[in-house]
């Protein structure tokens, strides 16, 4: 039986399209133990921001130098091109948040820790937006928890360890699941 | 891969599933391996070489008949 070029375009689309879903499932799970490793992190770090001020600065500069490389030796399975990927959106993320900062001019350390919690909404959701549907919910869910835990929350860093840290966590999980 | 997975990427019914897994596997192109993590039943499947070949044999078919090229089925 052979098949006509409407049927075999067809075939082809849904060969692509499946290849599609399955290619996304894929970086999902690469992506889960990445966000339950940057939701520690941020438990602590704002644990931290809470409990010792002073050393604020000094334990977010560890901590994100660790979940860095940590997050790039999680994902160093995938191909060079990816790798390579990963490094030149931590190089835009920190030249954003570097350039803004002195334009922004935040003056506190809750206002410095509410902009880089904005800038990887920002991250995620346009990465949901463009490619993988999930993380524009995660990066919609972390503006809301940023922005509620800035203007209402009476204890901005607990509330992003615990609302920011454990919703990264729980992301996670629901990443691994899809 | 497992079964749930494999089942959720190509949006298949279990019974549809595996009925065409068993078809591919009669034929040599895919290996399937049944196994218990803990209690519960784990079914894992995996392309062979043959199932990858005919697969990309298969696309290639398909790419000719829409190209226009004289072909002929497997």
Do not use: C
């Not at chain 1, 409407?6 to 499946?18: D, F, K, V, Y």
């Not at chain 1, 604020?56 to 940590?70: E, F, H, N, Q, R």
């Not at chain 1, 995938?78 to 803004?100: D, E, I, K």
């Not at chain 2, 019914?13 to 009925?19: E, I, R, V």
């Amino acid at each position: 039986m052979s098949l006509s070029p409407e049927q075999a375009a067809a075939a082809l689309r849904e060969i692509e399209e499946t290849r599609q879903r399955s290619l996304e499932l894929v970086v999902y799970r690469q992506g889960a133990p990445v966000l339950v490793l940057w939701g520690v992190i941020w438990i602590v770090g704002f644990a931290s921001n809470a409990m010792w001020p002073t050393y604020a600065a000094i334990v977010w500069t560890v901590l994100t130098v660790l979940g860095a490389v940590a997050s790039w030796l999680i994902g160093r399975g995938g191909n060079p091109g990816q790798n390579l990927r990963y490094v030149a959106s931590w190089a835009v993320f920190l030249l954003l948040f570097y350039g803004a900062g002195p334009i922004l001019a935040p003056q506190t350390t809750s206002q410095r820790a509410a902009l880089a919690a904005l800038l990887v909404a920002a991250a995620y959701a346009l990465t949901g937006i463009w490619w993988l549907q999930r993380y524009l919910w995660l990066g919609l869910a972390l503006f809301a928890v940023t922005l509620f835990g800035f203007f209402f929350a009476p204890w901005f860093d607990l509330w992003m360890a615990v609302m920011g840290g454990g919703g990264l966590i729980l992301g996670g999980l629901w990443l691994r699941a899809a | 891969m497992e079964f749930t997975r494999l089942k959720s990427i190509v949006q298949a019914t279990d019974g549809n599933l595996g009925g065409h897994l068993v078809t591919l596997e009669k034929v040599g192109y895919v290996a399937i391996e049944k196994d218990f993590v803990g209690k519960k039943p784990r079914t894992r499947i995996a392309m062979t070489r043959a199932g990858r070949r005919a697969f990309l044999r298969h696309v290639a078919y398909l790419r000719a008949i829409l190209d226009g090229a004289d072909v002929e089925a497997d």
